[in-house]
Structure formats: C-alpha cells, structure tokens
C-alpha cells in the first residue's frame, strides 16, 4: 500500500480535529505551534496541510488574527474547474440539463410558499429585464437575482448554494458561446411567464412556464437537436402529490 504523502496526513489530522473538537464556522483553530504539538506533526507539515484546506475553501488565514474555520461554499470548485471543462461546449450542455432537472423538479414547491413580497421583487427583476432587452443590453445580474429569489421561500441553504454553483459555472462557461444567438427578449419574456404562473398559484403552470424557459434555452445551444426531456423527480410539477 503507498505511502500517504506527508501534506496529505496533515490534512487529515487537521480535519480530525475540526470534527472531534465540533468547530463551526468562524471559530478559530489554537496557534500553530500548539496545534502541530496536539497533532504530533511537525510545524512545516502543518503549514502544508493549512495551505491545502485554504485552497478548497476548508479553512481561512486572518491577517494578524489566526486560523479560521471557513463557512462551506462552492467557490473553491468554481475556481478549480479544469480549462478543459470551462472550453468545452458539451459541458456547457450537460451542465444546462442537470440544472433544468434541478429548478424544474423543485419549482412546483415554491407556489404554497410565495409571498407578496416575493412577487413584487420578481416583478421588479423582469420590469429591469424587460427595459434592458428593449436596448440591447444584457441583464446577468437581474437574471441570477431571480432564480435566488424565486427559491428563497423553501428555505433551503443548500439549495441557494447549487443553485449559485450552477448559475457561476454555466455563466462562466456560456461566456465562450456565441452570443449572438441569445434573445434577450425571449429571456426576459420567459421571466414574464414564470412570474405570471405563479401569481396564478398552480404548480403545473409554474413548472411548465420553467419547462418552456429551459426547453428554449437548449435549443440555442444546440440548435440542430431537440431539448432533451427532464425526467418527472417526483417533486415537480406533480410536487403537490
């Protein structure tokens, strides 16, 4: 059996201790020398394991102040995509389907939780969507503000946090297509229809409105095959069942 590398078991020591001592976020580890001395390695090794938990986003080194433990995000895989996925224009593709599976298996849940306010912020988001479209102007943020704020009701942190990762990858990879194909128009229209499905109040309507916004979608990436078809989660549409 080979030999676990000397920066690969301090990782591992380090993470032990995070569990075992039940660290959160934003509390701090003990100064090096005596986490090195609790953890039987050596100060060097500690070093490179601290630098290997700080680039996938485990652990954050304060200026002056110490050793952190860091809120979970996704930034670190976002940074760390290889130039080989982030050129590749089947990736781009294959990331759109699985987020299309995502937002319309859980778009039907949204409806019993949707609040005046959150229509009157989606509302605001596609009026800004709609008065960019008419100039020619894309609306990226405004575009990423909807989603967040379309799922917000369900509450869920981990969803949030997907969602954004997928928003930050497909963004970053649409970024080496060909714009001219986009219809800022349509975009913005699809916004309308979503909106408008749900201040009618139906799952259906909603997630057939999400439908119809990815279905486009597809079809300007890939213009010479049809959309493919998201298979029903069971948590969709149908979510009310």
């Given at each position: 059996?080979?030999?676990?590398?000397?920066?690969?078991?301090?990782?591992?020591?380090?993470?032990?201790?995070?569990?075992?001592?039940?660290?959160?976020?934003?509390?701090?580890?003990?100064?090096?020398?005596?986490?090195?001395?609790?953890?039987?390695?050596?100060?060097?090794?500690?070093?490179?394991?601290?630098?290997?938990?700080?680039?996938?986003?485990?652990?954050?080194?304060?200026?002056?102040?110490?050793?952190?433990?860091?809120?979970?995000?996704?930034?670190?895989?976002?940074?760390n995509l290889p130039y080989s996925f982030a050129t590749d224009g089947r990736s781009l593709r294959d990331l759109l389907q699985v987020r299309?599976?995502?937002?319309?298996?859980l778009v039907g849940m949204v409806v019993a939780r949707t609040t005046p306010g959150q229509l009157a912020q989606l509302e605001a988001l596609?009026?800004?969507?709609?008065?960019?479209?008419?100039?020619?102007r894309t609306f990226e943020d405004e575009n990423r503000e909807f989603h967040r704020v379309l799922y917000a009701p369900l509450e869920n942190?981990?969803?949030?946090?997907?969602?954004?990762?997928?928003?930050?990858?497909?963004?970053?990879?649409?970024?080496?297509?060909?714009?001219?194909?986009?219809?800022?128009?349509?975009?913005?229209?699809?916004?309308?229809?979503?909106?408008?499905?749900?201040?009618?109040?139906?799952?259906?309507?909603?997630?057939?409105?999400?439908?119809?916004?990815?279905?486009?979608?597809?079809?300007?990436?890939?213009?010479?095959?049809?959309?493919?078809?998201?298979?029903?989660?069971?948590?969709?549409?149908?979510?009310?069942?």
């Amino acid at each position: 059996m080979a030999k676990v590398p000397v920066h690969r078991q301090a990782q591992l020591a380090i993470r032990r201790f995070i569990e075992e001592q039940h660290l959160q976020p934003g509390d701090v580890l003990p100064p090096e020398a005596q986490l090195a001395r609790d953890m039987g390695i050596s100060r060097l090794s500690l070093r490179e394991g601290v630098k290997s938990l700080e680039a996938v986003g485990i652990l954050e080194a304060r200026q002056g102040e110490g050793l952190y433990v860091k809120a979970f995000s996704f930034d670190s895989i976002v940074e760390n995509l290889p130039y080989s996925f982030a050129t590749d224009g089947r990736s781009l593709r294959d990331l759109l389907q699985v987020r299309t599976a995502l937002e319309e298996g859980l778009v039907g849940m949204v409806v019993a939780r949707t609040t005046p306010g959150q229509l009157a912020q989606l509302e605001a988001l596609v009026a800004k969507m709609l008065a960019k479209a008419a100039t020619g102007r894309t609306f990226e943020d405004e575009n990423r503000e909807f989603h967040r704020v379309l799922y917000a009701p369900l509450e869920n942190v981990f969803l949030d946090r997907l969602v954004g990762l997928f928003w930050e990858v497909f963004h970053r990879l649409n970024a080496t297509a060909d714009m001219s194909q986009w219809n800022l128009a349509q975009t913005a229209h699809d916004h309308r229809a979503i909106v408008d499905a749900l201040r009618a109040g139906t799952a259906t309507q909603v997630t057939a409105a999400m439908h119809a916004h990815f279905q486009q979608i597809h079809a300007r990436l890939n213009p010479e095959q049809p959309a493919p078809v998201v298979a029903d989660l069971g948590f969709g549409a149908a979510g009310q069942r």
